[in-house]
């Protein structure tokens, strides 16, 4: 691994599940809405929801129709209100600023809404390490991961070739081999899938704090 950092010129991340575990946030905003909903119900709210990646208008219509009490218009809640329950990882902030002291630029590429992901973004408590020109959000850009245009976004505002960026992401289609096909090199954060195999990624880890131990400890 140590050829993979000493090639390095820039760290990018997405967001969602990388920057701060989103199921989590989503199974608080869950039971603040819906009270003592059971176990299994917030598993199959969960697996609907696909990570955020399930479509979201049938998503949605099946939430309201399954609970009416959260009026017609559970989307439009859902992305006021989530990030209000966002947390970093507690590995985001140290990882950033060891990337950072060791003067790598670092950027952000992340599907969703504008105004929604700024916000998530706020809520970690992470937004000062990213320069506005390097936060790329699928709606201000015109296109969404894993499409090759979003990357050549990602290093047109990094200003470095594909080759000297790694990319973390946690979801190996859109995340990874988005990534991969681009040019870039690629870390796999696998933070639900343990033991699972992604043979785009240059480098696997199940926790942001694996990549400060592999910053510091170059294998």
């Known amino acids: 691994m140590q050829r993979l950092f000493l090639s390095l010129s820039a760290v990018a991340f997405d967001l969602d599940d990388t920057l ?32 955020g990646h399930a479509a979201r208008e049938p998503f949605f219509a099946w939430l309201a129709a399954t609970w009416p009490e ?10 006021e209100e989530l990030p209000h ?23 952000l590429l ?15 408590g992470l937004t000062g390490f990213f320069p506005p020109e ?34 973390i992401g946690d979801h190996a289609e859109t995340d990874i081999a988005g990534a991969k096909n681009a040019g870039l090199r690629t870390c796999w954060l696998r933070r639900r899938d343990p033991g699972a195999i992604c043979d785009e990624a240059d480098l696997v880890v199940d926790s942001l704090a694996e990549i400060i131990s592999l910053l510091l400890h170059p294998a």
């Open 20 to 51: 701060f575990d989103r199921e989590v946030a989503v199974r608080t905003l869950v039971r603040e809405w819906l009270g003592d909903v059971s176990i299994a119900e917030i598993q199959e709210i969960l697996r609907r929801d696909g990570r």
């Open 70 to 79: 959260l009026g017609e218009n559970p989307w439009q809640r859902f992305r």
């Open 85 to 107: 329950h966002v947390m970093a990882d507690p590995a985001a902030r140290p990882l950033l600023e060891r990337i950072t002291a060791a003067d790598l630029p670092v950027a």
């Open 110 to 124: 992340t599907n969703g809404g504008t105004v929604t992901q700024l916000a998530k973004l706020q809520a970690t």
């Open 134 to 167: 390097r936060i790329l959000i699928s709606q201000s850009i015109g296109v969404e991961k894993p499409d090759p245009k979003s990357f050549t976004a990602l290093t047109n505002a990094l200003d470095l070739p594909p080759e000297r960026i790694l990319f």
